[in-house]
């Protein structure tokens, strides 16, 4: 089984035991592995192509995926350098983005 959730803005295709990367958010520390849970499921469908395969307008009813947080991190820095030339304009700016590490757990639909 597998399904398509929306979360920040993104589209993820997520199945049992699939670990992704989703925007770091507030969550309980006094936990080990705190759940999370994806409520705005767009599709869910079998594999197989056998089972039934239900398409939400815009969510499907009743449906969500569940995970637990893996590691909480922090990518790569992305430089950003602006400049014009014989003008003795320059500008340095620099970005680490958050984000958590999921681990899938559980579709229900």
Do not use: W
């Not at 006094?30 to 079998?46: A, H, K, Q, W, Y």
């Not at 089972?51 to 430089?79: C, F, H, M, N, Q």
């Amino acid at each position: 089984m597998y399904a398509i959730i929306e979360d920040s803005g993104s589209q993820i295709i997520v199945r049992e035991g699939d670990v992704i990367r989703v925007a770091s958010r507030d969550i309980d520390s006094s936990e080990s592995n705190p759940p999370i849970t994806f409520d705005r499921v767009l599709f869910v469908g079998d594999e197989s192509g056998e089972g039934e395969s239900r398409i939400g307008a815009p969510v499907v009813e009743g449906a969500k995926v569940l995970g637990e947080l893996s590691k909480a991190d922090r990518t790569d820095k992305v430089s950003v350098i602006k400049f014009k030339r014989r003008k003795n304009y320059r500008r340095r700016k620099s970005h680490r983005q958050d984000y958590l590490e999921v681990k899938i757990t559980q579709i229900q639909a």
